[in-house]
């Protein structure tokens, strides 16, 4: 090796030696004072990537959890608003049950009914003034879970009195009762106001009714809020005790083998029919009574003819009067009219024919002076008129309530009810479950008020009504307790979740961007015994041009 004075490569070499053991130093100083390894992107360009991504999904899962926790807590209000809620409609309950005795004043009820508009009141106050962070909890809007008005009330006279009260006069008058069969109410068939008002229809099998449905016109039903239902004469319940007649009638003999003015002037008869004949016989009954006989259908004198033959029956000794025949039909499901008429009459009307020769002859003189179409009896069977009975008028000829009512259903069918779609108005709240744009959590919140419950209309006076009404807003508001209570749990599992997530996003980062103290700490007491012999050797590696001075002397 030469010596020269121009350049020294061996203290350039331990210069740079010395800088970067320097530099080195520093790098491991700065990690372990932080405690980070990546201190920048150039320490671990794609490590530094990665774990940015941790951090932010970090941040974001922290504040999920904060703002599940707020809807945790505002579920909560809800819950114990709806618990208030409960209560009060657990005291309307009681209301109602208190206000079906029969004991009870005009002025009790009328006390109940205050209590009532005032636990209502309350209702509504919770609905409208709960509220959280400033916001109302509940949906705001009148909404019902009655669905259709008019619907309602025809759903809440067929439940509470007039199918059952009728299913009654039928087993009463006739000695008949339906075997069990399903019957669906169809609300949804319209022939316009006024026409068909009704009707049963169904497929016969074995001259019976099956697939049975009580069809009512909406444009006729659902009127008037009455235990009656509509208006005079025509009142509801009077309608569906017809149709009923028919319903039973069909399940309980050879419905199909009988004559049109047997099948509809007996169900006129279960409910009187006086005011209709009154208006069609007009100045005399002479021609009606003549068309019946002749084979031209009438309702009016199907009526007049079933009541001459519920007469005449009692007059040859048949108890009951028409209820013979009909228990006759009943008991011999193969036999017709004709046979069942010469067997109760003990041959005196050997057909139905045989009869109508009767009625043709003697029925005009029977409507003028036996059938009063001027008192306000209906003329129903079992009544003043017919039978000597209690006097029953268009609104008394049907009880308001029966033997068997609302939820208990009727003894000789499985009514099936449509459902009439209500519910109230919603209030969505959107909750941020996660750091991610499509972690959603949806949260509902119903309206609260009395008239989104259904109870706007509550009458104290109609306490089975009111009963089934309270009944319907329970369960729904159960129903959106548990819905809450559902949520709030979703709620949970969803915070844990996260819990977990955010921990393990922690525990991945810190492997990624966390220090090994061990290692770190060795480096850094080898770069700088590194650095001492290095710089130990830099002055060496300086000294050396001092070797061409002694070659010069």
Do not use: C
Request: proline share 2%; glycine share 12%; net charge negative.
């Amino acid at each position: 090796m030469s010596l020269s004075i121009n350049t020294n490569p061996l203290s350039l070499n331990a210069q740079r030696n010395v800088d970067a053991h320097v530099k080195d130093q520093a790098r491991l100083i700065s990690r372990l004072t932080t405690g980070v390894r990546i201190g920048g992107a150039a320490d671990d360009p794609a490590g530094q990537a990665i774990a940015s991504r941790m951090a932010s999904g970090q941040r974001g899962i922290s504040q999920a959890i904060r703002s599940i926790n707020d809807a945790t807590s505002m579920l909560q209000v809800a819950d114990s608003a709806m618990a208030s809620v409960t209560d009060s409609l657990q005291r309307l309950r009681e209301l109602a049950v208190a206000a079906g005795n029969g004991s009870y004043s005009d002025g009790d009820k009328a006390a109940l009914q205050k209590e009532a508009g005032q636990l209502l009141g309350h209702i509504s106050q919770v609905g409208s003034e709960t509220r959280f962070n400033g916001e109302a909890v509940f949906a705001q809007n009148n909404i019902s879970i009655g669905g259709d008005a008019r619907k309602r009330v025809v759903i809440d006279g067929l439940k509470s009195g007039w199918l059952s009260a009728a299913e009654d006069m039928v087993k009463q008058y006739y000695g008949l009762q339906a075997d069990g069969a399903k019957m669906t109410v169809n609300l949804d068939t319209t022939d316009g106001a006024s026409n068909n008002l009704a009707s049963v229809s169904g497929a016969y099998s074995g001259g019976k009714f099956t697939n049975i449905h009580l069809n009512l016109d909406m444009a006729d039903f659902g009127t008037a809020p009455t235990p009656d239902g509509g208006g005079a004469p025509f009142y509801s319940d009077r309608i569906v005790a017809h149709e009923m007649a028919h319903a039973i009638m069909s399940r309980t003999m050879n419905f199909q083998s009988l004559p049109q003015w047997f099948i509809e002037g007996t169900a006129e008869l279960i409910q009187g029919a006086d005011e209709r004949l009154a208006g069609a016989v007009g100045g005399g009954s002479g021609a009606l009574v003549a068309a019946m006989s002749g084979g031209t259908f009438s309702y009016e004198g199907a009526y007049a003819a079933s009541r001459y033959l519920h007469d005449r029956m009692k007059e040859l000794g048949v108890e009951g009067g028409i209820k013979g025949v009909m228990q006759h039909l009943s008991t011999h499901q193969s036999d017709n009219l004709d046979q069942a008429l010469n067997a109760v009459s003990g041959g005196v009307y050997a057909t139905a024919a045989a009869f109508m020769i009767d009625f043709g002859a003697n029925g005009e003189n029977f409507i003028d002076t036996r059938m009063n179409l001027a008192n306000a009896d209906t003329g129903a069977i079992g009544g003043l008129d017919a039978d000597g009975g209690p006097p029953r008028d268009g609104r008394a000829v049907v009880a308001d309530t029966g033997t068997s009512n609302a939820s208990d259903g009727l003894a000789g069918f499985e009514v099936e009810y449509p459902e009439l779609g209500g519910a109230t108005g919603v209030r969505r709240v959107q909750v941020q479950a996660g750091d991610g744009a499509g972690d959603l959590i949806d949260l509902e919140f119903s309206a609260m008020n009395a008239a989104a419950l259904g109870l706007a209309d509550l009458d104290m006076e109609r306490s089975a009504v009111a009963l089934l009404h309270i009944d319907q807003a329970l369960e729904f508001v159960n129903q959106r307790r548990v819905v809450a209570g559902a949520s709030s749990n979703r709620l949970d599992l969803a915070a844990n979740a996260l819990h977990t997530n955010s921990q393990n996003l922690s525990a991945a980062r810190e492997r990624i961007e966390g220090v090994d103290y061990a290692t770190s700490t060795a480096g850094l007491t080898r770069s700088q015994i590194l650095q001492q012999a290095a710089s130990a050797m830099l002055a060496q590696a300086n000294s050396q041009p001092r070797a061409v001075l002694s070659l010069l002397r």
